[in-house]
């Protein structure tokens, strides 16, 4: 998983609280994603960003936040809005988005929520 | 719109025995096209990618995966399957960037993945 971190590996939150899940790389890459996963369905695409303060919606924004004040840091939150938040996170970086870049996946977060 | 199909949700072979993950895709113009693996609980490890030149691509711990256009395949191989080898497997494309594409396009479109289990 090198060089992205996530944190915490384990989350639990209460129905309504928003929470906020951090994720760092050392990479110097310019691109972050974060991806959710869910059994059976393959990685799906909450948001990413580019560039340092600028992110663009994947196909599942709805109930999600980020924002990227830093290079390295591309923190996700999940609000009280996402209606089904129990998940496997995945935070990603690579070189760029345009070329053909391979990208770096950290260790996830799995959420609950109850 | 991109897509990805991984056929088989399990493969089950011998060890020692050659394995073969099976990936098609659906995407305009020349795609970009890579395979990743992920352990239980862990974040997916990129093994091998396909740009463009030669169909057949190696990538890490001995796996290659063979590029067939008219086909619209990218099948992961490995001549001799190890019990380490057990994962999950995901194959992920996207089309080549162009002036006026949208923020989607930048997209990778990932697989459902395959569960293979190499069996002692």
């Known amino acids: 998983d090198g060089g992205i971190t996530q944190s915490p590996k384990y989350l639990f939150r209460k129905e309504g609280q928003n929470v906020t899940l951090s994720c760092e790389q050392n990479?110097?890459?310019?691109?972050m994603y974060w991806y959710r996963q869910d059994p059976g369905q393959g990685l799906r695409l909450i948001y990413y960003?580019?560039?340092?303060?600028?992110?663009q919606k994947g196909d599942i924004a709805e109930g999600y936040s980020v924002s990227r004040e830093k290079k390295e840091s591309f923190p996700l939150t999940v609000t009280s809005a996402q209606k089904n938040p129990t998940a496997f996170y995945l935070c990603?970086?690579?070189?760029?988005?345009?070329?053909?870049?391979?990208?770096?996946f950290g260790p996830g977060t799995r959420l609950t929520v109850t | 719109a991109q897509s990805v199909a991984q056929p088989e949700d399990q493969v089950n072979v011998a060890e020692g025995n050659p394995l073969t993950v099976k990936c098609t895709y659906s995407?305009?113009?020349?795609?970009?096209l890579f395979w990743y693996v992920q352990y239980p609980n862990r974040g997916l490890q990129f093994l091998l990618k396909?740009?463009?030149?030669?169909?057949l691509v190696k990538g890490s711990y001995g796996f290659e995966a063979e590029f067939n256009k008219s086909q619209t395949s990218f099948h992961l191989k490995k001549p001799s399957a190890l019990v380490s080898d057990s994962a999950l497997y995901f194959c992920?494309?996207?089309?080549?960037?162009?002036?006026?594409?949208?923020?989607?396009?930048?997209?990778?479109?990932f697989g459902k993945g395959t569960k293979l289990s190499v069996i002692p």
């Open positions: 960003s580019q560039i340092v303060n600028d992110f």
């Open positions: 990479l110097n890459h310019d691109a």
């Open positions: 396909y740009i463009t030149g030669d169909n």
């Open positions: 992920a494309v996207r089309g080549p960037p162009s002036l006026d594409s949208g923020a989607g396009s930048y997209q990778l479109t």
């Open positions: 990603a970086s690579s070189m760029g988005v345009r070329g053909p870049y391979e990208q770096y």
């Open positions: 995407v305009s113009g020349n795609p970009y």
